[in-house]
């Protein structure tokens, strides 16, 4: 993987206030994180859960309170759909962490690090895939699983 340098990133100027500043920082600090990198996951957190609330809807859920919207037809459909939830997640976490890890400073842990987080992707979106070629799956949510965003090299 190629080293990550300053031209990776774009510089933008921020004005924040000074409670939510403190605030930030803190949040860094107890994450183990950069602040740019306590910034970026925020951000990155707010579209990803957004993605997956709007999923959640066109695969028959509600997100706010997880009832199934009539798409189940068996136990067994059921199932499935409660794996492909549980998966979706996972790969949101993976995808998130990821981006984390690519906000760090580079180093050999951190290239090990992507690696590993790039790894899991691929099992998610397997999983993800498998569960939905299933016959239990319900066919009317059948969609193509998220990709990673590979990161150019």
């Known amino acids: 993987m190629k080293k990550r340098t300053q031209d990776d990133y774009i ?20 994450a183990g994180r950069t602040f740019n990198a ?9 579209f990803v859960d ?11 859920v509600d997100p ?11 136990p067994k459909s059921e199932v499935a759909l409660t794996r492909w939830l549980a998966y979706r997640v ?11 890890v ?6 050999q842990e951190s290239e090990q690090k992507e690696r590993d987080l790039a790894d899991e992707i691929v099992v998610a979106n ?5 569960i939905e070629s299933s016959a239990d799956f319900p066919p009317a ?7 990673s965003k590979k990161k150019p090299a």
């Open 90 to 100: 996972w790969l949101r976490d993976m995808e998130s962490s990821l981006l984390e």
């Open 50 to 60: 957004a993605d997956i609330g709007d999923a959640l809807l066109l695969k028959g």
């Open 11 to 30: 510089r933008t100027a921020l004005r924040v206030p000074p409670d939510l500043h403190a605030r930030l920082h803190a949040a860094a600090e107890r």
């Open 64 to 74: 706010d309170s997880g009832r199934l919207l009539g798409y189940v037809e068996s």
């Open 102 to 107: 690519r906000a760090e400073p580079y180093s």
């Open 141 to 147: 949510l059948r969609t193509k699983p998220i990709k």
């Open 38 to 46: 306590e910034i970026i996951t925020r951000l990155n957190e707010t």
């Open 126 to 130: 397997k999983m993800i895939s498998d």
